[in-house]
């Protein structure tokens, strides 16, 4: 049986998109009760010590080796922690990489393109 990983390494990707984790559980006070009631907190909360935990790893699974040239990533991301993606994704080798912000003008949404 092959492993999750190695059936990345073989298949190429136009458009990778992520809803990851990204609150951190320090901010967990500040949430709203419905959300804290109906979502899963293993989809919501991220350790304050490594809140670019899963950002770093699939960004490394799709980095520019394994990648299609000309190929996206987008995640939606913590506000917080806009700066510090850019650099993570930079550091991987994506290039292009823009920073959108939401309605409300808190930055929502980090891309990159997936270098050849």
Do not use: W
């Not at 492993?3 to 458009?15: A, C, E, G, M, P």
């Not at 991220?46 to 790893?57: E, G, K, W």
């Not at 799709?62 to 993606?85: Q, W």
């Amino acid at each position: 049986m092959k492993s999750y990983n190695s059936q990345f390494s073989i298949l190429k990707y136009n458009v990778v998109v992520s809803n990851p984790p990204y609150i951190c559980e320090s901010e967990k006070k500040d949430m709203r009760p419905n959300v804290l009631d109906y979502e899963p907190h293993t989809a919501l909360f991220v350790p304050d010590s490594d809140p670019l935990l899963f950002y770093r790893r699939i960004a490394s699974l799709f980095s520019p080796f394994r990648g299609t040239e000309g190929a996206y990533l987008f995640f939606e991301i913590n506000e917080s922690y806009a700066s510090e993606l850019s650099a993570m994704l930079s550091g991987l080798g994506y290039t292009d990489i823009q920073i959108t912000k939401d309605i409300y003008g808190k930055d929502r949404i980090i891309e990159g393109r997936m270098a050849q």
